[in-house]
């Protein structure tokens, strides 16, 4: 068990709805990264929050967008699905950002457009 | 091209045998080189990481990276069934922010 929460664990939904996933850091972790995981993709990462501020983008999509709350707990919302957007959706959370720091992974939420 | 490149396999080996699993990238800029272990619906999980050029071992496992080449390897001795999952090389892009990951190689060893 990394420590990192991630809830749903399973989500179906149709297309053009909308969703929120959410993730509980570890303990003492400031950052959270979020990533998806496809078949035809593999796992790429999304965006990134350090103390609840943006800190890296990388391919999210407009239709996407996600928060870090001061509590630290982070928010992932996607909207106006698509069947694409099925995938593997993960969180992991680090210490900090300035050096490297271990990522550890949450179970991930496993959402279905239908 | 992505930036990191991983043949997806699968491999799959006898219990006991030496695994090779490699992956290659682009970037000359990257310095930080992960090895994850993905069992089937679950998160990845850390393995090794080494910096810049040069070997870590950990028990049965082993992490190379050769910057000349832009190649990464992990070898697992005396595989164990345990040790069937898929395995994800990567990378560290744009600071110490996001890890590039490659396909993952999914590895199964038989008793």
């Known amino acids: 068990d990394s420590g990192v929460t991630q809830t749903p664990k399973h989500l179906i939904t149709a297309t053009g709805q909308r969703v929120t996933l959410r993730c509980s850091p570890r303990s003492g972790d400031l950052s959270v990264y979020w990533y998806q995981q496809s078949l035809d993709q593999g796992l790429q990462f999304l965006i990134q929050y350090y103390n609840g501020e943006e800190r890296a983008k990388g391919n999210i999509l407009e239709r996407f967008s996600a928060q870090q709350f001061p509590d630290l707990h982070s928010e992932l919302n996607l909207s106006s699905l698509e069947l694409g957007d099925s995938a593997l959706y993960f969180c992991?959370?680090?210490?900090?950002?300035?050096?490297?720091?271990?990522?550890?992974f949450g179970p991930g939420t496993r959402l279905t457009v239908l | 091209q992505k930036e990191v490149e991983q043949d997806p396999g699968p491999l799959s080996v006898p219990e006991g045998a030496i695994v090779s699993l490699n992956c290659t990238y682009s970037n000359s800029a990257f310095q930080y080189f992960m090895w994850y272990r993905q069992y089937s619906r679950k998160g990845p999980e850390l393995l090794m990481y080494t910096y810049s050029s040069g070997n870590k071992e950990d028990g049965r496992f082993t992490a190379q990276v050769d910057k000349s080449s832009k190649y990464i390897s992990l070898f697992i001795r005396d595989s164990q069934p345990s040790d069937s999952a898929t395995y994800l090389c990567?990378?560290?892009?744009?600071?110490?922010?996001?890890?590039?990951f490659g396909a993952g190689t999914r590895l199964a060893v038989h008793p």
């Open positions: 990567a990378s560290l892009s744009g600071g110490y922010n996001k890890l590039i």
């Open positions: 992991a959370s680090s210490v900090a950002t300035n050096s490297y720091n271990e990522q550890f």
